[in-house]
């Protein structure tokens, strides 16, 4: 069992629409989260980062991590055709120094 | 403008043959990654430095190597003994090694011809 499992996608909306993208992990140790967004053939860039549990708001973007269920999510209100990305998912344990990634959901938003 | 510069953006390897991929940052960060990214998965950790003159192997370091002699350069070399090399990799830094927030390079895109 991987340690961080994301759906892959493809993940095709319209543009508007509000898009959920989800992780699930299996290492309780994990405390930070991040989202990094990935356009293709480029390098991934941080998006939102969470420590912890609960939510943080950022534009259109908001980021939910819920421990006790070992669940974390990213909403995109007003989603746009520049959105459309590859979405990866990743987390931390507190001290350590290796960062663990999802393997990314391809999100196409159609104008 | 502060970033990663990876080099070259293509890459086409012979049967046999040793390459290597620059990355070279102005951020002023100590530690520095190599991470592999294939198709449907996450990226995978190859190598990482916390300073120069040190670095430590990652999940998958069989058939690459790395050095770390200036504190903006991390090349990455892939061997012949890396029987599949066919990849998109990727370099980051980091404030520091326990630093969780990692900046990324463009990438570089590895083929075997």
């Known amino acids: 069992q991987k340690e961080v499992e994301q759906d892959p996608g493809p993940l095709s909306v319209p543009e508007g629409a509000i898009v959920s993208l989800n992780c699930t992990y299996s290492?309780?140790?994990?405390?930070?989260f991040m989202w990094y967004r990935q356009y293709s053939r480029k390098g991934p860039e941080l998006l939102m980062y969470?420590?912890?549990?609960g939510n943080k708001e950022d534009g259109r973007f908001t980021a939910q991590v819920d421990k006790s269920s070992k669940y974390i999510s990213l909403f995109i209100r007003d989603s746009q055709p520049s959105d459309s990305a590859t979405y990866l998912c990743?987390?931390?344990?507190?001290?350590?120094?290796?960062?663990?990634f999802g393997a990314g959901t391809r999100l196409f938003v159609k104008a | 403008d502060g970033g990663i510069t990876q080099s070259p953006k293509y890459l086409f390897r012979k049967e046999g043959q040793n390459v290597t991929l620059s990355c070279e940052q102005n951020?002023?960060?100590?530690?520095m990654y190599w991470y592999r990214q294939d198709p449907g998965q996450g990226l995978r950790l190859i190598y990482y430095?916390?300073?120069?003159?040190?670095?430590q192997k990652g999940d998958i370091a069989e058939g690459y190597s790395v050095s770390r002699e200036k504190k903006e350069s991390f090349p990455l070399t892939v061997t012949s003994a890396q029987k599949n090399p066919t990849a998109f990799y990727l370099c980051?830094?980091?404030?520091?090694?326990?630093?969780?927030?990692?900046?990324f390079g463009s990438g570089t895109q590895l083929s075997v011809l």
């Open positions: 290492n309780s140790a994990f405390q930070y």
């Open positions: 430095s916390q300073i120069v003159n040190d670095f």
């Open positions: 990743a987390m931390r344990r507190t001290g350590g120094f290796k960062t663990i």
């Open positions: 980051a830094s980091s404030q520091g090694v326990a630093n969780e927030k990692l900046f």
């Open positions: 969470t420590y912890s549990s």
């Open positions: 951020l002023n960060h100590d530690a």
